[in-house]
């Protein structure tokens, strides 16, 4: 009987150390390029694997970077961290300006396009696996090349 308490107990502590919190300064992030995204835009991996489920990203870019046109299978919010954001929702012709402390959130398959106006930082959750995909102006799935390569 013992030893089954104790396996008990050495199970329960696995599953807490699962659920720990995490803290970490923005300096201690790791930022790389992810395949799909503008070279421009980087990421950190803060929560959750992105590939897979559920995540929150911190994403940064230079003034100027854009992810053109395009929706997400998942939901996606953004919250600004630092600099200003641009988004656009292509159904509502909505424009909006962010700073920190902004946010939006684009539901399911929903076109928009962000744009760093100053350098930008900014959380992105997910509560499915993260995905892109890039539209022409009727909608049409296209490559990132063809969508960078084209205004607004």
């Known amino acids: ?7 008990l107990l050495g199970c329960i502590f696995v599953v807490l150390a699962d659920d720990m919190g995490v803290a970490r300064k923005m300096s201690e992030n790791k ?13 950190a991996v803060e929560s959750g694997d992105p590939s897979k489920g559920a995540s929150v990203i911190l994403l940064k870019g230079p003034a100027g970077c854009r992810i053109p046109w395009h929706w997400h299978t998942p939901t996606e919010h953004i919250m600004m961290v630092s600099g200003s954001a641009k988004v656009e929702m292509r159904d509502s012709g909505q424009t909006s300006s962010l700073g920190p402390g902004g946010y939006a959130m684009m539901p399911s398959k929903h076109v928009h396009q962000f744009t760093c106006t100053s350098a930008c930082a900014a959380f992105v959750s ?25 205004k607004k």
């Open 1 to 7: 009987m013992m030893k089954i308490t104790i396996a």
């Open 31 to 43: 930022f790389a390029p992810m395949p799909g995204l503008p070279a421009c835009a980087t990421l």
């Open 126 to 150: 997910s509560d499915a696996a993260f995905d892109i995909h890039y539209v022409d102006a009727n909608g049409s799935e296209i490559p990132l090349e063809t969508a960078s390569s084209k």
